[in-house]
């Protein structure tokens, strides 16, 4: 991976035209380095004084991104770079920011230390979902942390089967089934009492929301076996999505069959990243009551 990143693409969450001063001192400093483009999310009017481009563009023209906001942000860009090489690093100016590791008071000096080659480069596996209607395949799309499906309608629950490598593994009636990568173990699926698997690990987990039946509990699978889910025959109607954007209608004559996806994503950490300190800061482990 070259150090001399000569292109960086930044993409701002959607708030951020509330908070311009500090996309502006963000752009600014990336200036001194580099060629800079923003992406700003969710409104179409640009921020002034900056090289505001499509997150298609954005993804084709930058040899580093930048995210600048929460996890969330940093999901978006991931997903647009899912085909690409190029390397991702998270500003957080969200709230718990287990990806977004990069706090907005020390963006400056480790942003020096990329530029001089200084930091650490993980990489994370991502998740397809393919949409199929009987046997036509009718969409896919992406997802870094979690691929779930969850009811239509709001307080009621919903009916499914779930296999893994073509093994059935069991059907179940809950308000949903998160499927996640070990990134996602730590964001919607730990709160559904899903484990936490290491970043480095080649597993999925099925954890199930709100289950009906309280023996129901999560399950780690290897990731090179494909899991698919369908729904029962009495089921609701309900919904797929993909780090909680991109939803999907699902009914019965549906199938969603999740495979891990041929590329990874690169991320870039400061040199000291340790996943462990990161769990102990964001979880309030070994904390003193």
Not at 3 to 25: C, H, P, T, W, Y
Not at 163 to 170: A, E, K, Y
Not at 220 to 228: G, K, W
């Amino acid at each position: 991976m070259s150090i001399n990143f000569k292109s960086i693409g930044l993409v701002v969450r959607s708030d951020m035209q509330a908070r311009q001063e500090k996309v502006q001192q963000v752009v600014t400093a990336l200036a001194r380095h580099a060629a800079v483009s923003v992406h700003c999310l969710d409104f179409d009017e640009p921020l002034p004084g900056v090289s505001n481009v499509s997150l298609s563009e954005l993804v084709e023209q930058a040899e580093l991104v930048i995210s600048l906001g929460g996890d969330g942000t940093l999901l978006t860009a991931a997903r647009a770079l899912a085909d690409v090489e190029t390397p991702l690093l998270g500003i957080n100016l969200g709230r718990l920011g287990f990806l977004a590791d990069v706090s907005f008071d020390d963006f400056e000096s480790y942003l020096s230390a990329v530029m001089r080659g200084r930091y650490s480069v993980e990489e994370r596996f991502l998740i397809e979902g393919h949409f199929y209607e009987g046997d036509k395949l009718v969409s896919t799309n992406v997802a870094l942390n979690d691929i779930i499906l969850h009811s239509y309608e709001s307080a009621s629950m919903i009916e499914y089967e779930i296999s893994s490598g073509g093994v059935l593994i069991h059907i179940q009636r809950s308000d949903g089934v998160i499927v996640t990568t070990p990134t996602g173990s730590t964001a919607y699926a730990l709160s559904g009492g899903g484990p936490i698997m290491h970043p480095s690990l080649n597993t999925l987990a099925i954890v199930p929301i709100c289950p009906h039946t309280l023996s129901n509990r999560p399950i780690v699978l290897p990731a090179d076996q494909p899991i698919e889910v369908r729904l029962g025959q009495d089921s609701l109607p309900a919904k797929v999505s993909f780090d909680g954007h991109s939803t999907t209608l699902v009914n019965q004559q549906n199938r969603v069959r999740i495979t891990r996806y041929p590329k990874p994503l690169t991320l870039l950490h400061p040199e000291d990243y340790d996943y462990f300190q990161v769990l102990r800061a964001k979880l309030y482990w070994s904390a003193n009551y």
